[in-house]
């Protein structure tokens, strides 16, 4: 699938906006120009909804797309995005034969919306789907367009496909908590297999096995295993309605990062209007060092509790007593009372006509039914000596091979004070920092620009609002591990159950065929992630070594020797002699950002979905080979690129402009006159406007102020 050109009417800052792509297989790369607050991200929504519809819009859809220079008018505003595209098609051909046709379609997807108590209205929202031939125009039925756009781009992999620089970082960056980041990876590498459908099939086998197993048995033991099942089904509709609201939660804690960058990045600009970049710096500094100690401190703390958890102390504490109950129970032991229990032998013998001491135990005879009520009676005299026997026979199997050592207590208080003290320096350090960012914003505070003030007090108000998101993701987080191993233990008391039932029953035959289905699902499901994250982990890693131009085997001192997706859905980098190494402290900003496009890039290529990759700011942070490197990556490895790149991005790699880009223009933003803009743009209202100035041109519309102009 390939992107011909997209039109915008209406679509916030995209008042009358086209745009063309290229399609040349020599020069597949487009590159749009557009300074920061151009309309990038707005873009790459537009053609989501384009595609996808309003279900695909952040926010559940509530996003509104009503320009905001027309929020005073109180007028229903028609909103439209027409996108050309060609893709492969397999045409029928009759008797069974067909061919595959390159399709030209025109999508045209149009609503109305208005502002309504303080509220956005969207009515009318339809699709129109085209086919272009040599012959016209023809429509598309309605019932084949979801089809066509799916197999073109499917919305499962919307993500990775449309994406920006900074979303990218999300996969790695500290400010997000480590179950954010992993539930950022899984949610990518299951949109790539697209797993959905098989979870769903899972559960539905799941409530089949339930059912067959409840109707198996109507006694009380059957009833009891109908009570495993609703508490088997309680927690998993508690697990997947917890995973809906992660969902939810993980498209709330995007937008705030991404109005967190936003914010951020307005601040510095307006520091550096100031003469503050040195106190820009200084802050940014103390926000490392805090990051970087909190990780550590965060860690140590793990060190601290897994001590806790060594058997080592308990021990050595009880280490006299110890030996000598081990004593007596090898004694026991030696004298063959180990394991001894009367229960089960009696409970044969009561399913045998004849004792082996030649008895009568028949049901049918005097003799027989007065030696079954004797054998009754022995089993409930023995059930307390019997559990006594069990508990005593367990723990000697569990400690006959322990030493028990009481001098482990003073190797155990070395260790805890080692790990304490840098848990406590770690601490100290945070502190440290933090009364010096105090500090540090204190004086930025100070500073008499009411603009600075606003974008300080949204961006506490953001924060804070992240935070509570992110806490209450950890929350269900923690709730839904929970509920999973009790679902877990529950399910192997069911398989204990289901043992013991009426195996003559034509239910028990429906359930063992559930349970095998079940288990092949559960396998092929496990299977499937495994390989494919291997796949993903493996690309990931040829790509993000040619990006940094690391060569592990011909070069010794390379620092960063290999990248890998864990089977725990973490981004790790390792340097040389195997050291790990923290993606987002430890790397530069360049090799940051090398890794999250790496992955990205290595997504669409297990997936083999031939699309175009539409990526805002790749660049940023880059120099020198690194953003050379990266750019000429990304070009080997899609099919048709789309870059929106600034004018520092391009800085050092228009020469790979020049030979590998069909298009480049650019996009401008009137309201950044006149601080940023040295002429006034001719409109009179808020949009964004095109010119055809390339990487190397400049004209009224677009030519920028330097720094010094400001």
């Not at 609201?245 to 967190?260: A, F, H, M, V």
């Not at 703390?301 to 030996?323: G, Q, T, W, Y």
């Not at 000596?385 to 069990?390: I, L, P, V």
């Not at 961006?459 to 679902?487: D, M, P, Q, V």
Request: aromatic fraction near 6%; charged fraction near 30%; hydrophobic fraction near 35%.
């Amino acid at each position: 699938m390939k992107l011909i050109r997209a039109g915008f009417k209406n679509f916030r800052l995209l008042k009358n906006l086209n745009l063309d792509f290229s399609v040349s297989n020599d020069k597949p790369l487009t590159v749009i120009r557009a300074a920061n607050e151009t309309g990038k991200t707005t873009i790459e929504t537009a053609l989501i909804w384009g595609f996808f519809g309003s279900k695909a819009l952040p926010s559940k859809g509530k996003y509104p797309l009503y320009p905001s220079d027309s929020l005073g008018q109180c007028k229903s505003i028609e909103i439209s995005v027409e996108i050309d595209f060609e893709n492969e098609q397999v045409i029928p051909t009759g008797k069974g034969n067909q061919r595959i046709e390159n399709c030209h379609y025109r999508l045209y997807r149009s609503c109305s919306e208005k502002l309504l108590n303080g509220a956005f209205i969207r009515e009318n929202e339809q699709l129109v789907l085209l086919e272009i031939t040599a012959d016209g125009t023809n429509p598309v039925q309605q019932n084949r367009i979801n089809s066509i756009i799916e197999n073109s781009i499917p919305e499962a992999l919307k993500d990775v496909y449309f994406t920006d620089g900074d979303s990218a970082m999300s996969f790695i960056e500290a400010a997000a908590t480590q179950g954010v980041k992993r539930r950022r990876v899984k949610d990518a590498i299951e949109a790539l297999l697209g797993l959905e459908l098989l979870e769903k099939t899972k559960r539905h086998i799941n409530q089949v096995a339930s059912k067959f197993s409840s109707q198996i048995d109507d006694t009380d033991y059957g009833k009891e295993l109908q009570e495993v099942n609703d508490k088997i089904d309680g927690y998993t509709e508690d697990i997947i309605e917890w995973e809906n609201k992660q969902i939810e939660l993980s498209d709330l804690i995007k937008l705030g990062e991404k109005e967190s960058l936003s914010i951020k990045s307005s601040i510095e600009e307006i520091l550096k209007l100031g003469d503050k970049s040195k106190l820009l710096e200084e802050v940014k500094k103390c926000e490392v060092n805090i990051s970087r100690n909190t990780d550590s401190a965060s860690r140590a703390l793990k060190d601290v509790a897994s001590l806790f958890r060594n058997n080592d102390l308990a021990e050595s504490m009880i280490a006299e007593v110890a030996r000598d109950g081990l004593k007596i129970l090898n004694e026991m032991n030696d004298k063959k009372q180990l394991p001894k229990v009367n229960i089960p032998i009696l409970e044969e013998l009561l399913s045998q006509e004849i004792c082996f001491c030649g008895e009568d135990l028949r049901n049918n005879t005097d003799i027989g039914k007065a030696h079954r009520r004797k054998i009754l009676e022995a089993i409930e005299n023995s059930r307390d000596s019997d559990a006594r026997q069990e508990v005593i026979s367990s723990l000697y199997y569990n400690v006959r091979s322990k030493y028990f050592d009481a001098n482990n207590v003073n190797n155990w208080l070395e260790k805890y004070n080692s790990l304490s003290r840098n848990y406590f320096e770690r601490n100290t350090d945070i502190s440290k920092f933090e009364q010096e960012l105090k500090e540090k914003q204190n004086e930025i505070s100070k500073m008499k620009d009411s603009n600075l003030q606003e974008y300080k007090a949204l961006e506490k108000e953001n924060l804070k609002k992240l935070r509570g998101h992110e806490s209450e993701f950890s929350i269900l987080t923690e709730k839904i591990r929970a509920a999973s191993e009790r679902k877990s233990d529950l399910e192997i008391t069911r398989g204990r159950m289901e043992k013991k039932l009426n195996k003559t029953d034509h239910s028990a035959d429906k359930l063992k065929l559930a349970r095998i289905c079940q288990s092949l699902f559960d396998s092929v499901f496990d299977a499937l992630r495994h390989d494919e994250l291997k796949k993903v982990s493996m690309e990931m890693n040829r790509i993000f070594l040619d990006m940094i131009g690391s060569d592990p085997n011909a070069n010794d001192l390379t620092l960063i020797t290999k990248a890998e997706l864990t089977s725990e859905f973490d981004i790790i980098v390792y340097g040389s002699h195997g050291h790990m190494l923290n993606p987002d402290q430890d790397l530069n900003g360049a090799s940051r950002r090398a890794i999250t496009l790496a992955f990205i890039l290595a997504l669409t290529k297990v997936s083999k979905v031939v699309a175009p990759n539409i990526i805002d700011t790749p660049l940023g942070m880059m120099s020198g080979y690194v953003k050379q490197a990266v750019l000429r990556k990304m070009l080997e490895e899609g099919s048709q690129i789309i870059l929106f790149l600034t004018h520092d991005e391009i800085q050092g790699v228009e020469n790979i402009l020049d030979k590998k880009a069909g298009l480049v223009y650019t996009l401008t933003n009137p309201a950044h006159y006149p601080k940023m803009l040295a002429n006034k743009p001719n409109v009179n209202d808020a949009r964004v406007i095109r010119c055809e100035c390339n990487h190397r041109q400049t004209c009224f519309i677009c030519e920028r102020k330097n720094i010094e102009q400001y």
